[in-house]
């Protein structure tokens, strides 16, 4: 499905024609340069490589690679899976700005969640946690993970760790208004991450 990269900006709130309050997170999306075509003949699928932003500093594989089609390197490189028609549409070197979403359209968006280091099991997992009062030295422990039967601890075991900063995609948003002089694009509700966190757009699949 095609798509599109964009940063977050916040989120805001706007009126309905009827008065009612609709939530929305507004995000700068586009306009992303397509940089290369992946084909099914020799990479065995089809998608575009798209780029978005401007990056001050690069490496020299990723200088080179946009040298070569004379283009400034992008902060975020993605690939979209695309049907032939589409890769036929964008050639190498073509813009995809936001009007490619439409108001009223459905779209899932990719982005990383905010990290949140090192978290209990209340917190992670929301355990219920032992008792305040009459002495008790167990507030927030996670308790007993198993017992001398199994003699070692099972796989899939909620116990306290890393929270956050992973890959979440957020499905079925709705597309409240899409700029694309401004290449702003509003979407009901919110998405994953902080302020200036890099987002991938795509057309809704369950949609």
């Not at 024609?17 to 997170?25: L, R, S």
């Not at 306009?31 to 780029?51: D, F, M, W």
């Not at 050639?91 to 968006?109: A, E, L, R, T, W």
Request: aromatic share 4%.
């Amino acid at each position: 499905m095609i798509g599109i990269l964009g940063r977050k900006i916040g989120m805001t709130r706007i009126f309905s024609e009827k008065g009612m309050v609709i939530p929305v997170t507004v995000i700068k999306a586009g306009p992303c340069s397509v940089i290369n075509h992946r084909k099914e003949e020799k990479e065995g699928y089809i998608a575009l490589q798209i780029s978005f932003g401007k990056k001050k500093k690069a490496n020299k594989p990723i200088a080179g690679l946009f040298q070569k089609m004379e283009l400034e390197p992008g902060i975020l490189i993605k690939e979209v899976r695309v049907n032939r028609e589409e890769l036929e549409k964008y050639p190498i070197g073509s813009n995809i700005d936001v009007d490619i979403f439409k108001k009223g359209d459905y779209v899932d968006v990719t982005g990383k969640s905010i990290g949140k280091g090192f978290q209990g099991v209340i917190k992670r997992h929301h355990f219920k946690g032992g008792p305040a009062t009459h002495g008790s030295m167990s507030h927030r422990t996670p308790g007993s993970i198993g017992s001398t039967n199994a003699a070692h601890v099972w796989k899939g075991t909620r116990m306290a760790g890393h929270m956050g900063n992973r890959k979440v995609t957020i499905q079925n948003l709705k597309v409240i208004e899409a700029d694309k002089e401004k290449g702003i694009l509003l979407l009901k509700g919110g998405v994953a991450g902080s302020r200036n966190n890099l987002l991938l757009i795509k057309k809704a699949i369950k949609k």
